[in-house]
């Protein structure tokens, strides 16, 4: 029997008709059977401020936040490009959970990231950055395939469900990489 594996996914976008949050959405049809996505949720973390975080430790959701990352075989990011970069909330997010005592949240954890906007080149410069910072992090991160999903306001229809044939069959190749990626880092059984 195929050994379950268990991903994270993080929305860079707080957004109600989010095209990031409608791609984490459309994931599972591409994945088999033995994959299962939990959505993470970082709305409402505060601003990192370290002199807040050594009076008073790490948030609750933080830890929180941490420890399903480390129960997760692997992350999954996806990130909109707002003025060519991360979103300050995501980079916040990312932030806090680089805190705490060793391993923090994402060291030596798996990642792979997709992005969507509006633009024509589908968050390439804020997936580069992004790709920069989980490195500071030590969280290995997929190289290839690349999905930039540009243009996003034509490839979803209005319920925001991804319609486009040529990002599906793409996202569709993406997936596979992904579950090979994510499990070369597994732990053996
Ligand atoms: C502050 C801000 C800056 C933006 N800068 C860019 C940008 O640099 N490049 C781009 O392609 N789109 C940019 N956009 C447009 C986003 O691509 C678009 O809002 C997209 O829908 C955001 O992702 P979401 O739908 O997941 O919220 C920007 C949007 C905002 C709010």
Do not use: C
Not at 97 to 117: E, F, K, N, Q
Not at 150 to 158: I, L, P, T, V
Request: glycine content about 8%.
């Amino acid at each position: 029997m195929t050994r379950p594996l268990s991903l994270v996914t993080l929305s860079g976008s707080l957004r109600e008709r989010s095209f990031n949050s409608a791609l984490l959405r459309a994931l599972p049809e591409f994945f088999p059977d033995h994959v299962t996505l939990t959505r993470l949720e970082w709305r409402g973390l505060p601003v990192l401020d370290v002199d807040d975080e050594q009076a008073h430790g790490l948030p609750a959701q933080v830890r929180e936040l941490q420890q399903q990352i480390r129960a997760a075989d692997g992350l999954i990011i996806a990130t909109p490009e707002y003025n060519h970069g991360v979103p300050g909330g995501l980079k916040n997010a990312l932030d806090w959970l680089s805190r705490g005592p060793m391993p923090h949240g994402l060291y030596g954890v798996p990642t792979a990231i997709l992005g969507a906007s509006n633009g024509p080149i589908g968050t390439f410069r804020a997936q580069a950055m992004l790709r920069q910072t989980l490195a500071a992090l030590n969280a290995p991160t997929l190289p290839q395939p690349q999905v930039l999903v540009g243009n996003a306001q034509d490839r979803f229809d209005d319920s925001l469900t991804l319609v486009d044939a040529a990002t599906r069959k793409f996202i569709a190749g993406w997936a596979e990489a992904v579950v090979t990626w994510m499990e070369r880092f597994r732990a053996p059984a």
